[in-house]
């Protein structure tokens, strides 16, 4: 049987047993033990999967069971590191820790993106970072970002105060996780200073025994008292035999190694369907015997030795083989098995897609049973998919069957629409509010597929990826980097552009050092050369933001308009303007408009700057409200980079490449680079622009053409 993954694995053994217990009505879940060489790489997938079947879990090791000793023995890791924000965090928000400090989910999530903005990467405190044989700086650590965020709680300013920049943003309700975070990094603290120090065992069981308390409180919940009574046992039985000092590593990895090692048989034979691992006497008769996990190179696991070893080149009868000792359980399963044997490995791979060999003593048992009893053909080979229709198809493989309801729908579904091609998305979604939001139209053309995969559809892509590194910056790049060169160009219009740098090192958006220093004078001149550039365009003084309440056709717009002033609207975009600033700045200029604004809306960029100084009407508006309701039904057909390429040519006269050969170009190198994962997800039932080119060409000569006309150059 060959299956992609231990998931698939698990839920094709689930549909087995399922035939088994319809078919014999005197068969009872307890008949059933389903055994792998270590339980305890399906530990998190057999509740999932096993949900509504009753079952039992035995052999898992004390960290894979007790969720106490888990958190606890990551607390102990964090001191064997660089106490980085994401590995900090991840500890406070395990359920045994922040219950006990009285935190909520919602609290979790403020102090996670507090700790990002206030600057927090790694290491305790400056001091922290000396004592460990690095330069002692404040900056990035633990101590700065609290004080930081201290300093911002009790003080509302934007300036330094007493050389502390404060953070913003917190408030009344705040101020408890906010504590709670500070007396959490103070136990770190603590903690570091004393596991610094060399002790006895019993002197490390009593401060471990403390720590318990400071983390967890002093509930008799049982997995609490299974780590007091693992601590107790440290200092009660070791001691009797080892008085000398010990340093925190030595117990560190003790705790660590008794907690992966120590393994319960609780939860077997309870009456209920039995997981368990492979190990001396639990090969007892059943009438179903599973064996899962049987890979090549996994089991039977092969016999390592040390090149000093003298056993590895010199094996004698008797001596001890992982390897034999596998297979002999192997044997003592197959003996125990009264009326159904099942095996089963992982046959495909998941990065290749080459088959894998099963492991040696399947083959040789499948070979004995075809030469010396003639029994042929045994091996089932499941699908990558569990919904694919062979599992459905009564006319197929009467091997193959599923009891899965929801795969047999996505089955009959996928079979209907069989021959049609088209993208994954099918059909319209109901949206009929005609009272729209400034803010969600400049968004939605920004880029509308991702508009309709994050607003409509409420899923997200890109979680995660914008969380800093654990260590301090050392270059500029991405989004990151656009962000700060726009605040750089806001600060030095402002004539701050000196005091920003020290700013940004503060907040771990600028690298620090000579290095950052050196970088900053260079990038500095660029700025304000850019910024003479856009004081050159005499916009006069700054206005007050413009609020906005029109009617464009059947839709109503709100909102409100700013980067306003005397003579227009000014945008700035210190990069290369794309069709995404194009469109932003014709919106802005359409809004003006329509309220009755004057004066032109310019776009500064490096390379060039545009002007729209036409006066336009509530028609072109309109159209554009009317495309952003139809993309909040179906994902748009409209590509923003895509249409402004096909402008570009379409506009042209003396360009040779036709528009649609350009725009399919720039589409193709989106998907292929991974820049855009909305459009693939959206479209990959369409390799080009060619199945959506009629749809695609009408809104670039409705949207995007007439703004590259209506734009002075």
Known sequence: MSCHSKLREMSVLKDHLLELLHNDPHLELRDIVVMAPDIQEYGALIPAVFEDIQHSIADRSLRRRNSVIAAFLSFLDLFKGRFGWRE???????????????????????????????????????????????????????????????????????????????????????????????QFVELLDRAYLEFRQN??????????????????????????????????????????????ALNFGVIRDWLTQLAKESRSSTGFLRGQLTFCSMLPMRSIPFPVVCLVGLDEGVFPKNDFHDTFDLMGTDFRA????????????????????????????????????????????????????????????????????????????????????????????????????????????????????AHHSLSEIFRFYKNPQRYFIQNCLGIRLDEGEDQPEERELFELTGLAKYHVEQDLVQSALSGTIAERRLRMQVESRWPLGNSGNLVFDKKRADIEEFAHLVQ?????????????????????????????????????????????????????????????????????????????????GDEALAVLLDLFTEGNRAPSQFFVEPAHEYARHALNKRSRTLPLVAAMKVFDQTLEKGYEPEWALLFRGSATLLDMAPDFERLCNEVMCPILEAADE
């Not at 700045?585 to 700057?609: F, R």
């Open 88 to 182: 900090v965090m991840d500890l406070l928000q395990q359920q045994v820790v922040f219950s006990e400090f009285q935190l909520s989910v919602s609290d979790l999530d403020s102090l996670r993106q507090w700790v990002v903005d206030a600057g927090i990467r790694w290491g305790l405190s400056g001091k922290q970072r000396q004592e460990n044989g690095l330069p002692e700086f404040d900056e990035g650590s633990w101590r700065s970002g609290l004080d930081r965020l201290l300093m911002g709680y009790a003080i509302d300013s934007e300036n330094f105060v007493d050389g502390l920049l404060p953070y913003g943003g917190i408030e009344g309700r705040g101020a408890q996780p906010l504590g709670v975070l500070c």
């Open 536 to 616: 050159a365009q005499e916009m006069g003084a700054r206005a007050e933001d413009l609020q906005v309440d029109i009617t464009a056709g059947k839709h109503r717009l709100t909102g409100r308009l700013s980067n306003l002033y005397e003579k227009g609207a000014l945008l700035l975009r210190y990069g290369k303007l794309r069709g995404a600033d194009l469109l932003f700045g014709w919106l802005h200029h359409l809004a003006l408009c329509s309220t009755g604004g004057t004066g032109a809306t310019t776009i500064v960029s490096p390379e060039k700057v545009i002007h729209f100084s036409s006066v336009q």
């Open 318 to 433: 008797g001596d001890r083989s992982p390897r034999a000792d596998d297979r002999y359980q192997f044997l003592e399963a197959l003996l125990a098995a009264r009326s159904h044997l099942y095996l089963s490995y992982i046959g495909q791979s998941i990065r290749t897609n080459e088959e894998l060999s099963p492991s040696v003593v399947v083959t040789e048992f499948l070979e004995v049973l075809e030469t010396s009893y003639g029994v042929e053909d045994l091996t089932v080979r499941h699908p990558l998919h569990p919904f694919s229709k062979r599992y459905f198809d009564q006319a197929g493989d009467q091997k193959l069957f599923s009891y899965n309801d929801y795969c047999c729908q996505i089955a009959t579904t996928l079979q209907q629409s069989r021959g049609e091609k088209g993208p994954w998305w099918q059909g319209q979604l109901e949206r009929t509010n």
């Open 199 to 244: 002790r006895t065992v019993s002197g490390w069981s009593e401060i471990l025994l403390t720590f318990v308390t400071d983390l967890f409180g002093e509930s008799l919940e049982k997995e609490l008292v299974e780590l007091r009574a693992l601590l107790a046992e440290l200092g009660e039985s070791v001691s009797a035999f080892h008085t000398s």
